[in-house]
T-cell receptor, first 110, second 112 residues
Framework: ELKVEQNPLFLSMQEGKNYTIYCNYSTTSDRLYWYRQDPGKSLESLFVLLSNGAVKQEGRLMASLDTKARLSTLHITAAVHDLSATYFCAVSLWADKLIFGTGTRLQVFP | EAEVAQSPRYKITEKSQAVAFWCDPISGHATLYWYRQILGQGPELLVQFQDESVVDDSQLPKDRFSAERLKGVDSTLKIQPAELGDSAMYLC??????????FGPGTRLLVL
């Protein structure tokens, strides 16, 4: 059974600081997604990582994928309050079935 | 920008009643998904359609849940009878050719 684990589960960080969220998964997959969810809202697609070594960046967020280590990271640079949300990674199985991680709740304070 | 539409946005019902949720995917997206998200957890797939055919419903509690996508466009998810443990957010998503899933706003269900 595929397991997707994220850490930390909760992250409280000061504006301007850097931090990394980790996503580990237990079986082979060549496709990994990152989503953002604001409280009470739906999921917004952030990144799709399709191959080993893939790196994508959008604003203050950068995601990477190491399929050999079964690890993806979401790096936050110089955090701002608007980044406060819950971040989910999801691993794709056959027929594009997504298995979501536990989520990381990020709170950025002044 | 095209979006996945869902209705209703909120639903309060009593246990043992029937509820139904509707989803209209982004035009041209052949693959449609229904997920359930319990508060504080990640979404879990209930059912996946490719056009009008079910691809995966292994996690769908078939004694009380049903889903259909008769014409391969919009879809309905039904629960009958609803139980207290069904309280959750029900999310619909559709997938484009680049294999990204786009999620609708969700239906928040509360069973009393």
């Amino acid at each position: 059974e595929l397991k997707v684990e994220q850490n930390p589960l909760f992250l409280s960080m000061q504006e301007g600081k850097n931090y990394t969220i980790y996503c580990n998964y237990s079986t082979t997959s060549d496709r990994l997604y990152w989503y953002r969810q604001d409280p009470g809202k739906s999921l917004e697609s952030l990144f799709v990582l399709l191959s080993n070594g893939a790196v994508k960046q959008e604003g203050r967020l950068m995601a990477s994928l190491d399929t050999k280590a079964r690890l993806s990271t979401l790096h936050i640079t110089a955090a701002v309050h608007d980044l406060s949300a819950t971040y989910f990674c999801a691993v794709s199985l056959w027929a594009d079935k997504l298995i979501f991680g536990t989520g990381t709740r990020l709170q950025v304070f002044p | 920008e095209a979006e996945v539409a869902q209705s209703p946005r909120y639903k309060i019902t009593e246990k043992s009643q029937a509820v139904a949720f509707w989803c209209d995917p982004i035009s041209g997206h052949a693959t449609l998904y229904w997920y359930r998200q319990i508060l504080g957890q990640g979404p879990e797939l209930l059912v996946q359609f490719q056009d009008e055919s079910v691809v995966d419903d292994s996690q769908l509690p078939k004694d009380r849940f049903s889903a259909e996508r008769l014409k391969g466009v919009d879809s309905t998810l039904k629960i009958q009878p609803a139980e207290l443990g069904d309280s959750a957010m029900y999310l619909c998503a559709s997938r484009d050719r680049q294999e990204t899933q786009y999620f609708g706003p969700g239906t928040r269900l509360l069973v009393l």
